[in-house]
């Protein structure tokens, strides 16, 4: 369908609970088979390439993605907007392809910076070899837009499943292919990935959305601009705080093999890290936006939506941090091989991260649905100060103590930045949400009060497992049974503990039949 004058002014779809919970079912169960394929397809890469081509990804993902944001900027504005017409729909549309040439060109200036702060001139290659995924994707942003706007949400779900499993069997087959020379080239199945999964997105999303932009007239888009730029700041900030971390990494650990291995654990462990968040927060945040914006006009359904997908990713997130925790070192060595064994500590000093991540990410989105994206980047710049005060205090104890003759500067570092990250996020957590239901206007109380039961329960459920995976060690149990039984066993005790709370706020999500109100 090309634009048109009469398409003009089209007004989005109207959500309600009930609808909201239906696609965010149907999201959820795509959303969890898509991490168990990337899981899968993860662990391959893991032992077929090892961590210096992930080191090396690790250097190079900052500078791919901080330059995205703009475009996806204008792609949540083109959502939050109540109506939006065909012209202003192709004006977006040209401006994100722009933004991400823009980008890609950025990307690829960036690593030839980079390389030398990072002294490793590989970056330059990298760099410019991923730029390109960045065009790729800015071609199907605004028709990924009109989806969501439609809150066709599924079928959404339903494209990134089928790009996740083309893009992970294009990036072991070329894992498997450049073996041989693992250390120089490994990174290229990375890079294969990126360009299969970004490219099939982008087909599907203008198939499935059967929009065809029009030709380029002059548009009000004003509103769309002042949304995008606040939210494109904001999301710079966050995200900038966020990979702090690595840059920091990159800069201190160097370019050497060893810097570069080092790094890769790190990053692994942070994408380990980040799957559960994802499972909850990818679905919740795909139908979040769209949701309350178009429910903004009905405090009511608006505050039922918005305290139901923050009960929603605490029951699940709460206790997947405090397991992990409990289970970091067998973990690591099922999914990653015996030669990640020293990531185990810091996929421990990251853990506890999840049981805040996934609130601080959903947050955004409650900020966004009511257009308060100033309110959104006062908080970013907070939290990045805070970040960088932290990491600069890893830095100091890192390099002022001895650690024992086994533990070198760079591997405290190392551990000590993911310490400063979980502790940063969670001390922040609860002003940053108690600021963000002021802005619109819902109590927060109640939610604290539900935050810290499920909390303790989760320890609770810690306990068990802790106790449960000691028996089977000292029994001398394989590591591939005790590991699903220790899970197991903590999903029975945390189920017994939380039953009631699952019931409302869970199990709606995941089955047909008579809504539970929230």
Known sequence: ?????????????????????????????????????AMGGATALYRLLGPEPFGL???????????????????????????????????????????GVGAALLTGGLGHLFSRIYQAPELVWVSWAFAGTTLAESFGLTHLAC??????????????????????????????????????????????????????????????????PGCSVKTEIKHLLRF????????????????????????????TQTGQRLLGMYTAMYNLMMKPVDVVTDPVTSVMLPALSRARNNPKDYSRIAIGFYQFTAILLI????????????????????????????????APTICVHGLINISGSLLASVGQTGRLLAAASMLFLIQA???????????????GPDVSVHDAFSVGVAVSYS???????????????????????????????????SMLMGITVWFFQDLMVSN???????????????????????????????????????????
């Open 57 to 99: 990804f690790g250097m190079v993902i900052p500078l791919l993605m901080l330059p995205r944001l703009p475009a996806k900027a204008m792609r949540m504005a083109a959502v939050q907007a109540e109506k939006i017409s065909g012209h202003q729909r192709s004006a977006v549309f040209y401006l994100t392809v722009l933004l």
């Open 319 to 350: 206790p997947a941090g405090v397991g992990l925790s409990v289970l970091s070192a067998d973990v690591v060595s099922l999914v990653n091989g015996p030669d990640w064994n020293e990531a185990a500590v810091m996929l421990l000093a990251l």
């Open 228 to 255: 995008g730029g606040n939210y494109s700041l904001s999301r710079l900030i966050f995200y900038t705080g966020q990979n702090m971390d690595k840059v920091l990494l990159a800069f201190v650990l160097g370019g």
């Open 147 to 212: 989806l969501q706007r439609e809150l066709k949400l599924g079928k959404i779900a339903v494209i990134r499943l089928v790009s996740q499993i083309a893009a992970v069997t294009a990036a072991v087959l070329a894992a498997i292919q450049l073996q041989a020379d693992v250390l120089e080239l490994g990174v290229w199945a990375l890079i294969a990935m990126e360009y299969v999964q970004l490219s099939m997105n982008t087909l599907g999303y203008w198939y499935s959305g059967r929009w065809r």
């Open 1 to 37: 369908m090309l634009d048109s004058p009469q398409s003009d002014a089209k007004p989005s779809v109207v959500a309600n609970p009930r609808r909201v919970r239906r696609e965010t079912r149907k999201v959820l169960r795509l959303q969890i088979a898509r991490q168990v394929v």
């Open 423 to 457: 502790v940063v996020l969670s001390v922040f957590t609860v002003p940053y949400l108690a600021f963000c239901f002021s802005r619109v206007e819902l109590a927060i109380g109640p939610l604290l009060l539900e935050l810290a039961q499920i909390l303790g329960r």
């Open 476 to 518: 001398g149990w394989s590591l591939y049974f005790r590991l699903p039984l220790a899970i197991l066993a903590g999903g029975l005790a945390y189920s017994v503990l939380m039953w009631s709370r699952i019931q409302q706020s869970v199990l709606p999500f995941f089955k047909r039949g008579r809504e539970v109100q929230v």
């Open 389 to 403: 005060l932290g990491y600069a205090i890893a830095y100091w104890f890192a390099s002022q103590f001895e650690y």
